[in-house]
Every structure is written in structure tokens, then in C-alpha cells.
């Protein structure tokens, strides 16, 4: 077949980041890849100018009759862009990577029966793939369990990994655990929608530390923009380094400076601590679809790579007696960094790549 690999992707960066990754992977091969997504996906082609990038209508599922009947119309709509630019397209395969942007091209590319893959990051099966798993020939999953897969999709089910971005990878680097006299770099990410438990919580923590481990933290914090100052107040007042934005730009050496991450458990972070090798202090965000951050979280913890601490439970006491803890033990937290390395799947978007070559066995050859 000479036809482009369709990605169908969309919404958050959880679902994106993997896309990106298999998208570099297979133009770094040369072959034509082509992205398939709702309105809201703009910068995309800016970040891979090779990849073209075509939108149809996604609606989401739930809520009240009327939302819910919203939602029925535009996937539908979205269903009959998708078959008429797939049918154009005469993709070689399709790959989708979850959340509802991927359903209506999914079901165009089963209704023209084009060969497909879908791959769930998250520990649970999330809403999008479970309605698309029976209709897709291969299953790749992010964690070694996934919940929610019947066995008829387990037959066909695989471990790949999450792709992560390539800087991530670059950012791989030897941990250095807290020293006596030398400053703790301590990175709190949250993300937009989790970033404000963190804020209200982090800077009391950190203020219950001992003052001569508190005086040694350097932090870098995410937090809302309506949160950002008041924030940086606080850590001027506690005589605490710290840098404080609502998006960092260079992530990866930020983690690669930490020693100890204190963060929400979606797949892409849990799959970035790993490929770089850090410990974390997990918070599964509550609110998550099927809660499965708390999953993600308990499946990282489990291999010994971090530790969970869930929202409603979590206290500026709890928290500071937490990191007194193991910011005086030099030796748990590399124990946990070179469990989160061992944990990683650095060619995740190759072994993903192998998966969707195995269904064009004429590709084969190109992607070895």
C-alpha cells in the first residue's frame, strides 16, 4: 500500500503526546503521516510541519438527554467527514489514541474496513477505546495491566509503552540524590485542571519542614495563572527559591534536575518520570474518568518507582512529614529513581510502530 499512516487524535496532551511521538518516529522513516482531530488541536502542525493535519466533528457522550443528543449529532457528522477523507486518503492504517476526537474517525476507518490500531495510555481502558476495541484488529496498551479490556480484546491486546516526546528522552540522565549543603530541587506539576490542590497545599507543606531542609529547596511549581502571584508571595515569604509559571517550556531539564517530583499520575507524566528516571509523589487526580490515575499511580508505585497519596487524604501535614521523610533518605529516593528508569519503555513508539506494521506486512520492511 502507498498510503499515509492516519493518526486520530485529539483534546488533551495525554492523547497527543503519544501521537507526536509515533508521528516523528515513522517521518523519521519516511513515511507520510496524516492527522485526523477535532478544532481545538492548532499547534500540532507547527510542532511536526512534515505531518498534515485534517479536522472533523467530535461530540462527547453523557450528560443530560439534550447534551447527549448534541453529542450523538456531531460524531455522526465527524463519522461522514472521516469516510470521505479516509476514502481520499487510502490509508495504509489508522491508529487511534483515545478520547472522543478519535471516535468518528475510528468508526469511518472500521466501516471501510481499513486496518486499525488503538492504543490506551492509562491503566483502565478509557470511554472512547472501550466503544472502539471490538471493532480494532490490534490493542496497544500503555501499562503491563489494562482494566477494562474483555477477553476477546485481550487476545489482541499488546504492550507498547506510551511514546513520549523525543526531548523527554534526551533529558535521561544519572540521579543525584539530596546531599547534606548542596540545594533539593523539588519539580510540583499539575497540569491545568490539577495544578490548584497543589497550590493550596505545597506551600504549607514546605513550610512545616525543618528550616534547614526548607532553606536547601529549590522549587518549581505549576500553578493557574489567577494563582500565580499569590503563590510566589508565599514562597518569598518562606524564604524559598522558587520559580512559578503556569506552563513550563522546558519540562524535560526540569526533570531531569529534580530529585523528587511531586505530580498528578495521567499516563504521559507517569510515562515521562519513567523515561527520565525520577521518584515521584503521586496525587491521582479525583476527578479522572474511571479513576484511572489512581491505576496509573498504583501500578508505578507497585514497581517501587513512587508513591501514592491520594487528594482526599492529603493534608500540608501529611504532605510535609512525607517529604521529611524521604528527602532525608538519600538511598530510598535512588532506590525509586532506578525503579522509575527500569519501569520506562524507551521504544515505546517503535514497538507501536511494529504493531501497525503488522497489519501492512508491505511496510515491514521500511520500518526495520
Not at 519539580?187 to 531542609?213: M, N
Not at 510515562?271 to 527520565?276: R, S, T
Not at 504532605?319 to 527500569?342: C, I, N, Q, V
Request: glycine share 10%; proline share 8%; aromatic share 4%.
Amino acid at each position: 500500500m502507498s498510503g499515509p499512516i492516519v493518526l486520530a487524535a485529539g483534546g488533551t496532551g495525554g492523547h497527543l503526546f503519544p501521537a507526536e511521538a509515533l508521528a516523528r518516529h515513522l517521518a523519521d522513516k519516511g513515511i507520510a503521516v496524516h492527522l485526523i482531530t477535532d478544532r481545538r488541536v492548532d499547534a500540532f502542525a507547527e510542532t511536526l510541519p512534515g505531518v498534515a493535519v485534517s479536522r472533523v466533528c467530535a461530540g462527547r457522550l453523557g450528560g443530560g438527554p439534550l447534551h447527549a443528543a448534541c453529542g450523538i449529532a456531531e460524531i455522526a457528522v465527524g463519522i461522514v467527514q472521516a469516510r470521505r477523507l479516509l476514502r481520499r486518503l487510502m490509508p495504509a492504517a489508522v491508529v487511534g489514541f483515545g478520547g472522543y476526537p478519535s471516535v468518528p474517525t475510528m468508526l469511518a476507518a472500521a466501516q471501510l474496513g481499513c486496518p486499525s490500531v488503538i492504543h490506551e495510555q492509562n491503566a483502565v481502558l478509557g470511554r472512547a477505546n472501550r466503544l472502539l476495541a471490538p471493532r480494532a484488529r490490534r490493542i496497544a496498551t500503555g501499562f503491563a495491566e489494562t482494566a477494562g479490556l474483555r477477553p476477546a480484546d485481550g487476545a489482541r491486546s499488546v504492550r507498547t509503552g506510551n511514546p513520549v516526546r523525543p526531548a523527554i528522552l534526551a533529558a535521561a540522565s544519572a540521579y543525584v540524590a539530596p546531599a547534606p549543603g548542596l540545594p533539593v530541587e523539588l519539580l510540583v506539576t499539575g497540569g491545568s485542571q490539577g495544578a490548584r490542590a497543589f497550590s493550596e497545599i505545597v506551600p504549607p507543606a514546605l513550610a512545616a519542614l525543618p528550616p534547614a531542609l526548607r532553606a536547601s529547596l529549590r522549587v518549581s511549581q505549576q500553578a493557574r495563572p489567577e494563582d500565580r502571584d499569590a503563590l510566589a508571595e508565599q514562597y518569598r515569604a518562606l524564604g524559598i527559591a522558587a520559580e512559578i509559571d503556569s506552563f513550563f517550556t522546558d519540562v524535560p531539564a526540569r526533570l531531569a534536575r529534580a530529585q523528587l517530583v511531586i505530580c498528578r499520575a495521567g499516563a504521559s507524566t507517569v510515562a515521562e518520570l519513567a523515561a527520565i528516571g525520577r521518584p515521584g509523589l503521586l496525587v491521582p487526580y479525583p476527578f479522572a474518568a474511571d479513576d484511572h490515575q489512581s491505576a496509573n499511580a498504583r501500578q508505578f508505585a507497585a514497581a517501587g518507582a513512587g508513591w501514592v497519596l491520594p487528594q482526599d487524604a492529603l493534608t500540608p501535614a501529611v504532605l510535609a512529614s512525607k517529604l521529611a521523610e524521604l528527602l532525608g533518605d538519600p538511598a530510598t529516593l535512588g532506590a525509586a529513581a532506578a525503579a522509575s528508569r527500569k519501569f520506562a519503555c524507551d521504544d515505546a513508539a517503535a514497538r507501536l510502530a511494529a504493531v501497525v506494521f503488522g497489519l501492512v506486512p508491505d511496510r515491514v520492511e521500511q520500518a526495520a
